[in-house]
């Protein structure tokens, strides 16, 4: 079992900076691939970032503007987000799975979200 808690979501305008960050307890962490998705209202939830091993994958929308780490000693995954887009705002949801990637199917374990709303 792993259990996860995103924080740092919050309201920015277009052109600003945000850092989401989800800490994970329960279980061995560096055993699981990490993702963060995100879902706008009325939308499916899409993939935005994973981190599975030494590689990283990003949705083509965020490459280049939002970076993805985490620390295995403090059980972290952090999303810096840079360069936010009106189009960014959504639920951001972390997630944990073995061997996951870009597919929420591969995911077992979900955060319940933080709010990510980005002004025009």
């Known amino acids: 079992q792993v259990q996860l808690v995103e924080s740092g979501g919050g309201l920015v305008q277009a052109g600003g900076s945000l850092r989401l960050s989800c800490a994970a307890s329960?279980?061995?962490?560096?055993?699981?691939?990490m993702g963060w998705f995100r879902q706008a209202p009325g939308k499916e939830r899409e993939f935005v970032a994973a981190?599975?091993?030494?590689?990283?994958y990003y949705t083509s929308s965020v490459r280049g503007r939002f970076t993805m780490s985490r620390d295995n000693a403090k059980n972290t995954v952090d999303l810096q987000m840079n360069s936010l887009k009106p189009e960014d705002t959504a639920l951001y949801y972390c997630?944990?799975?073995?061997?996951?990637?870009?597919?929420?199917?591969?995911?077992?374990?979900w955060g319940q979200g933080t709010q990510v709303t980005v002004s025009s």
């Open positions: 997630a944990a799975g073995i061997g996951a990637t870009m597919f929420k199917d591969g995911y077992n374990y």
């Open positions: 329960g279980s061995t962490f560096s055993r699981y691939a």
């Open positions: 981190r599975n091993g030494g590689s990283t």
